[in-house]
């Protein structure tokens, strides 16, 4: 795959987000990328992917969302909701950010640049069912 083929886009039902999680995990080693950044409503499924990508990596604790402790670190990845973060950068947290995969919710409220990424919207199109759009 070359970038000339993204965006990608995927309409995948709840039950299929592990598909999701393996094409990522592809991309990421395929074009040595660090950051993830997911973008989404509430409910879109933002942390339903970073479960099934750590669980993909081999993670066995509990994949939480980071909302209100704003960091999880674990094994492989750094997980991260930006939503109420005091800053609109992510300078404070670099020191865990190496060899990990670093997956951020809500990545727009940052004013940052991240070089090596891959974009990630999750639309909620009904109960069962999400679009992803990976650019």
């Known amino acids: 795959m070359n970038k000339e083929e993204f965006p990608i886009k995927l309409i995948k039902k709840k039950d299929e987000v592990v598909l999701v999680a393996n094409l990522v995990l592809n991309l990421i080693r395929s074009f040595e990328v660090q950051f993830i950044l997911l973008k989404g ?4 499924g933002k942390t339903t992917l970073v479960k099934e990508i750590a669980k993909v990596l081999g993670e066995t604790s ?4 980071p909302t209100f402790n704003k960091m999880f670190v674990y094994q492989d990845i750094v997980h991260i909701d ?4 005091d800053s609109q950068t992510l300078d404070s947290f670099e020191d865990y950010f190496e060899d990990k995969i670093v997956i951020i919710e809500w990545a727009e409220k940052l004013n940052q640049k991240f070089p090596e990424r891959l974009e990630i919207e999750i639309v909620h199109l009904n109960d069962e069912t999400r679009q992803y759009v990976i650019d």
Do not use: R
């Open 41 to 44: 409503d509430i409910g879109s």
């Open 62 to 65: 509990n994949i939480i969302s």
């Open 82 to 85: 930006a939503y109420h973060l």
